[in-house]
């Protein structure tokens, strides 16, 4: 019903920056929480930040400051912007979409795009 297209990983060195997209197509309500997850071998997969329709966001207590979330509601689209990276941001990051029916959450994943920050 729903698709998600990530793109914008790849390597970087440490301090240095980075964007994630993800589209969003399909069956799309207009309100809804858009997101980025992460995760890496040995880890916890961890919420990285999210961000409403309206705008409101938030973001994990190791990002703030550094990573910024937005969207572009007309193209469905969520980005991260990715500051002052560190090895430790090194993981598979995934594009999430959810939305509210029936008091129940409706959950979709991206395919996740590798970032790598080397130091």
């Known amino acids: 019903q729903v698709q998600l297209v990530e793109s914008g990983g790849g390597l970087v060195q440490a301090g240095g920056s980075l964007r994630l997209s993800c589209a969003a197509s399909?069956?799309?309500?207009?309100?809804?929480?858009m997101g980025w997850y992460r995760q890496s071998p040995g880890k916890q997969r961890e919420l990285v930040a999210v961000i409403t329709s309206s705008g409101n966001t938030n973001y994990a207590d190791s990002v703030k400051g550094r990573f910024t979330i937005s969207r572009d509601n007309a193209k469905n689209t969520v980005y991260l912007q990715m500051n002052s990276l560190k090895p430790e941001d090194t993981a598979v990051y995934y594009c999430?979409?959810?939305?509210?029916?029936?008091?129940?959450?409706?959950?979709?994943w991206g395919q996740g795009t590798q970032v790598t920050v080397s130091s």
């Open positions: 399909g069956s799309i309500f207009s309100i809804n929480t």
């Open positions: 999430t979409y959810s939305v509210m029916h029936w008091g129940t959450s409706n959950d979709y």
